[in-house]
């Protein structure tokens, strides 16, 4: 079974304003890892957070971690029609140092209206 | 830099046909995935590769067979006698063992199979 469940399934928003999805998974983890799904393309790999950890930035992109709630958050601000894509969280939930596999929720459809 | 690479790109198979997916990489990273992604399902593991020789089971194994050939940059998916279930796409991915700290997947473009 999916370890990470992301919530909402779709969320549609005006460019420029800020898109936050949620991630939550049922056991402890190494590390969570977002990823995004351009349509009929791969997933590429955006930012990951150690358990460790309660919040990092990469550019427009925040991620915070609630390992007591066993929970995550993608916040991405100012968004733009390009960022149009799903969004995908991902556990590494292994032994310490982390495991050779990762799983995937099912992802979160975002949508930037221009 | 071509990364992940996975052919065919689309494909479509009768009931009880066989095929295999191949994927390749060229930087040089010891695992190697195989994913089957369906609408409202996520990305669900089917077998990986810790290293040349060697494969284990993921989460949906059955109905697939996998080799990872001595040549470690190649990651064969393949399915003896194809069902309409098998109908998704399929993504191969790598990492490299060595990075304790990134872990990403890199992801190749996906393979779209369609099974009648």
């Known amino acids: 079974s999916q370890q990470g469940e992301e919530d909402p399934q779709a969320l549609s928003i005006q460019e420029g304003e800020n898109a936050t999805m949620n991630c939550s998974y049922k056991t402890s983890i190494n590390n969570l890892q977002w990823y995004r799904q351009n349509s009929g393309r791969g997933l590429v790999h955006l930012i990951l957070i150690r358990s460790n950890e309660r919040e990092k930035h990469s550019g427009r992109l925040r991620v915070t971690l609630d390992t007591s709630k066993k929970s995550s958050s993608l916040l991405i601000t100012a968004s733009r029609a390009a960022d149009t894509a799903s969004y995908f969280c991902?556990?590494?939930?292994?032994?310490?140092?982390?495991?050779?596999?990762?799983?995937f929720g099912k992802g979160t459809k975002l949508t930037v209206n221009p | 830099n071509a990364g992940v690479t996975q052919t065919p790109k689309f494909r479509v198979l009768k009931t009880g046909q066989s095929m295999t997916l191949l994927c390749a990489q060229d930087m040089n990273h010891e695992y190697m995935y195989w994913y089957r992604q369906d609408p409202g399902m996520g990305l669900r593991l089917i077998h990986y590769?810790?290293?040349?020789?060697?494969?284990?089971k993921g989460e949906v194994p059955d109905g697939y067979n996998v080799s990872r050939l001595k040549k470690k940059q190649n990651f064969l998916l393949g399915l003896e006698s194809a069902a309409p279930s098998q109908t998704s796409v399929y993504f191969c991915?790598?990492?490299?063992?060595?990075?304790?700290?990134?872990?990403?997947?890199?992801f190749g473009e996906g393979s779209r199979l369609t099974v009648l």
């Open positions: 991915a790598s990492r490299d063992s060595r990075d304790y700290v990134l872990r990403e997947l890199f």
């Open positions: 590769s810790v290293g040349e020789g060697t494969t284990a």
């Open positions: 991902a556990t590494d939930y292994g032994p310490k140092g982390g495991s050779e596999k990762l799983v």
